[in-house]
């Protein structure tokens, strides 16, 4: 069995890599709150801070696209999110991914995958 798992290993560390987010740029222009931009869940703190989430439904990884009464909703199944990232109520049971925000010099934001 030796000489399948190492080819199964690389495959499975190459479908990792490839299942990743991209790093992608948020505008500057952000709204208070909880907002959806691209392929991130964003709250923009009145102090001006910014934290950031995956997009993807951590129950079956619809692409969240609508915030409802201040929490993001999950269009497949109901699935809720508070403003950090936390399940309100399911099906999903875990949060969702964080990604790490950085200001740009231009005024925007661009948030990478959490290592």
Known sequence: LLPLALPFAAMLQRQRVMNRPQPQVLPAELPLGLSIAGDAVVHRHPDGRVQAWSAHCT?????????IDGAV?????GSRFDDQGRVLNGPAARPLQ??????????????????
């Open 59 to 67: 129950h079956l990884g619809c692409r969240l696209d609508r915030v």
């Open 73 to 77: 909703v999950c269009p497949c199944h």
């Open 98 to 115: 964080a990604l790490r925000v950085h200001a740009e010099a231009t005024g925007g934001w661009t948030v990478h995958p959490s290592a």
